[in-house]
């Protein structure tokens, strides 16, 4: 849709005006900001507020977020349910508003694996552009980038346990998509085109959302949860969490990453 609403606009508009319509996007690319990676340590440990690593975003807790401890140092547990939400919410929008290409990733422990219906998915990344999330039933990732080629949302081959730290990460790099569980690809490369939907008005939640089809909300633990606005390669992403599981090199992590960004 938004592809065809842009080409009826280019038969009335120059081919510089057009240009411009289709070069305006998410204000968090990498065109706009350069490579940008995010972190959210969750080691604060005490209060309501979670502060990103490397630039400082911060997140608020709704409901009864917990702190626990995670799979390096503290992490956050969640129950919400439809009534009792519970999340973390980023205010501060422009800069993870993605639409070119993107990374997801976290540790996550859920307590169990969500069941019933598409309603009862578990979020762990939410906004109105994307989000990533656990199926109910097997423990499957799904996935959704709003308004990218369809099908927008892909579930993967590859499958999560209740009960235990599990990593989940999905790499999108504007036109090709892969779920990773533990360092590892379940096998499908996904053809994704984009860009996807900009929404630098809507929040980044984790562990929740209240979207037009019905509220989500994880159950677990999760932590070290890490958003980037390129695709990560699949030896970066096997180099954080074998450097996230060496307690030795906790205190290399950022630098880690703020060297990934070279």
């Given at each position: 849709?938004?592809?065809?609403?842009?080409?009826?606009?280019?038969?009335?508009?120059?081919?510089?005006?057009?240009?411009a319509?289709y070069?305006?996007?998410?204000?968090?690319?990498?065109?706009?900001?350069?490579?940008?990676?995010y972190?959210w340590?969750f080691?604060?440990g005490?209060?309501?507020?979670?502060?990103?690593?490397?630039?400082?975003?911060?997140?608020e807790?709704?409901?009864?977020?917990?702190?626990?401890?995670?799979?390096?140092?503290?992490?956050?547990e969640?129950?919400?349910?439809?009534?009792?939400?519970?999340?973390?919410?980023v205010?501060?929008?422009?800069?993870?508003?993605?639409?070119?290409?993107?990374?997801?990733?976290?540790?996550v422990?859920?307590?169990e694996?969500?069941?019933?219906g598409?309603?009862?998915?578990?979020?762990?990344?939410?906004?109105?552009?994307?989000?990533?999330?656990?199926?109910?039933?097997?423990?499957?990732?799904?996935?959704?980038?709003?308004?990218?080629?369809a099908?927008?949302?892909?579930?993967s081959?590859?499958?999560?346990?209740?009960?235990?730290?599990s990593?989940?990460?999905?790499?999108?790099?504007?036109?090709?998509?892969?779920?990773?569980?533990?360092?590892?690809?379940d096998?499908?490369?996904?053809?994704?085109k984009?860009?996807?939907?900009?929404?630098?008005g809507?929040?980044?939640?984790?562990g929740?959302?209240n979207?037009?089809?019905?509220?989500?909300?994880?159950?677990?633990?999760?932590?070290?949860?890490?958003?980037?606005?390129?695709?990560?390669?699949?030896?970066?992403?096997?180099?954080?969490?074998?450097?996230t599981?060496?307690?030795?090199?906790?205190?290399?992590?950022?630098?880690?990453?703020?060297?990934?960004?070279?």
């Amino acid at each position: 849709m938004r592809t065809q609403v842009l080409t009826i606009l280019c038969v009335f508009l120059s081919v510089s005006l057009c240009f411009a319509v289709y070069a305006a996007g998410g204000k968090g690319n990498v065109k706009q900001l350069g490579k940008q990676l995010y972190v959210w340590h969750f080691d604060e440990g005490k209060g309501n507020q979670t502060e990103e690593a490397t630039a400082g975003l911060v997140g608020e807790f709704n409901g009864n977020v917990k702190w626990v401890e995670g799979i390096l140092g503290k992490a956050v547990e969640m129950a919400g349910s439809v009534g009792k939400a519970d999340f973390i919410e980023v205010a501060h929008s422009d800069e993870v508003d993605m639409d070119e290409a993107i990374t997801m990733m976290a540790w996550v422990y859920p307590n169990e694996l969500p069941a019933g219906g598409q309603e009862n998915k578990f979020t762990i990344f939410f906004k109105n552009t994307y989000y990533l999330q656990i199926e109910p039933g097997e423990g499957k990732l799904a996935y959704y980038f709003y308004d990218t080629s369809a099908p927008g949302y892909h579930i993967s081959n590859g499958k999560i346990k209740a009960k235990e730290w599990s990593h989940v990460a999905l790499i999108w790099d504007g036109s090709e998509a892969s779920f990773y569980i533990n360092g590892e690809s379940d096998g499908t490369a996904i053809a994704q085109k984009g860009p996807g939907r900009s929404t630098p008005g809507k929040a980044l939640r984790f562990g929740g959302e209240n979207n037009a089809c019905c509220p989500r909300f994880f159950q677990g633990r999760m932590d070290e949860l890490m958003l980037a606005n390129y695709a990560l390669t699949e030896a970066e992403l096997q180099k954080i969490i074998k450097d996230t599981l060496d307690v030795s090199v906790r205190g290399k992590l950022t630098t880690t990453w703020g060297n990934l960004k070279k």
